[in-house]
């Protein structure tokens, strides 16, 4: 014990001011999906590739929106290694705290006048988006057992 204090009072400061000077992830780090609006021809390859059913294509207007949900995405990088067009990449982006789960849901209009990169915009609450998820994709048991969750009128950890 007095070894580790009397190595760190010669060295000096041994931690890191880490909110104010963080430190740069690995250059092989596969962080947050971004889309690249301009390239996406829609063609949903991406979608496919998926293994959780985080990235979906829907129709809007008379264009088409991409949508992934960084709640389920598990950063695999198969939507960008499928992507024709190259327009699916992953950044280097580790921050992705968010206080509502509404607000992991990025979304980017593609097929339309617009070419902005992907934005976060709220879409719907947990609920909705897991009855949604289990009747479009057939989750299943994960997500019904999240809706009990949801439902239960008694808190975590109670006894049944």
């Known amino acids: 014990m007095f070894d580790i204090l009397r190595a760190s009072f010669r060295t000096g400061i041994m931690t890191r001011s880490y909110p104010t000077d963080p430190d740069p992830a690995p250059p092989a780090f596969r962080g ?3 889309l690249a609006a301009a390239r996406c021809d829609g063609a949903g390859a991406c ?3 998926c293994p959780s059913g985080a990235v979906s294509l829907a129709p809007v207007g008379s264009g088409r929106e991409w949508r992934i949900d960084l709640a389920r995405c598990v950063f695999c990088g198969l939507c960008e290694e499928v992507c024709p067009n190259g327009a699916v990449a992953l950044t280097n982006d580790f921050e992705l705290a968010a206080r509502r789960r509404a607000d992991l849901v990025l979304r980017a209009a ?3 006048a617009s070419d902005a990169t992907v934005a976060s915009v709220p879409v719907e609450d947990a609920a909705t988006l897991g009855r949604r998820l289990r009747a479009e994709a ?3 048991c994960a997500v019904a057992a999240l809706d009990r969750m949801l439902a239960s009128p008694r808190p975590m950890g109670a006894a049944r």
């Open 138 to 140: 057939g989750v299943g």
């Open 47 to 49: 979608v496919q590739a």
């Open 32 to 34: 947050r999906p971004a």
């Open 110 to 112: 593609i097929g339309t």
